[in-house]
């Protein structure tokens, strides 16, 4: 299995701020053939299910504000959002879907500064 | 729009079985992939098992597999997990979700419902 680790396990920024958020996954989730990233973005809000934020690595599902921004190819990912609002307190999770079983980070809390 | 409602859940003994069920409603079911994920309270997220859109192959995680099924019924909408042989450490809140894109049983996730809550103590 593809073990995604996510760091740091919580994050504390100030409004208005950046936020980058890291994903190391334990093998390359880059398919050759199509040169894509196999890798997705959450957020979960409190008492909410997670929401898609981002595949393919770096494209933002419909709906999803710009400062939300994917990054990385091969092992290494990160989400950034350019600048915080308050309404994006929450747990951001990673997940690769290059191979079964799709796994998960084990997300990354962010809080207000 | 897209809505995904689950049902089912409960307090159940160890040993016994449950069957979650999850209508989705405002896109056409039958043309997608469909997955159950879990959380235990106040952890992270585990995927559990998907299902193809026709219903023709399906795939489970280790910790659920022999004891898990997952089923469909294009007809009413519904996905369903039947639970088997339940442990305390099954104890979570259960998540339907809809296979975006997907290769092969590995997708990512584009919609999902609110959960059902399955406690598995004595």
């Known amino acids: 299995d593809i073990v995604m680790t996510q760091s740091p396990d919580s994050l504390a920024v100030f409004l208005g701020e950046r936020a980058t958020f890291n994903c190391t996954s334990s093998?390359?989730?880059?398919?050759?053939?199509?040169?894509?990233?196999?890798l997705a973005w959450y957020q979960q809000k409190p008492g909410q299910p997670p929401k898609l934020l981002i595949y393919?690595?770096?494209t933002r599902e419909s709906g999803v504000p710009d400062r939300f921004s994917g990054s990385g190819s091969g092992t290494d990912f990160t989400l950034t959002i350019s600048s915080l609002q308050a309404e994006d307190v929450a747990v951001y999770y990673c997940?690769?879907?290059?191979?079964?079983?799709?796994?998960f980070g084990q997300g990354t809390r962010l809080e207000i500064k | 729009q897209e809505q995904l409602v689950e049902s089912g859940g409960g307090v159940v003994q160890p040993g016994r079985s449950l069957r979650l069920s999850c209508a989705g409603s405002?896109?056409?079911?039958?043309?997608?992939?469909m997955h159950w994920a879990r959380q235990a309270p106040g952890k992270g997220l585990e995927w559990v098992a998907v299902?193809?859109?026709?219903?023709?192959?399906?795939d489970y995680a280790d910790s659920v597999k022999g004891r898990f099924t997952i089923s469909r019924d294009n007809s009413k909408n519904t996905l369903y997990l039947q639970m088997s042989t339940l442990r305390a450490e099954d104890t979570a809140l259960y998540y339907c979700?809809?296979?975006?894109?997907?290769?092969?049983?590995?997708?990512?996730?584009?919609?999902w419902g609110q959960g059902t809550l399955v406690t598995v103590s004595s």
């Open positions: 997940q690769q879907y290059y191979s079964s079983p799709i796994t």
């Open positions: 093998q390359s989730v880059l398919y050759s053939s199509n040169n894509k990233n196999y």
């Open positions: 299902i193809w859109s026709d219903g023709s192959n399906k």
């Open positions: 405002g896109f056409t079911f039958s043309r997608y992939a």
């Open positions: 393919w690595a770096s």
């Open positions: 979700a809809r296979g975006g894109y997907c290769s092969g049983a590995s997708c990512y996730l584009d919609y």
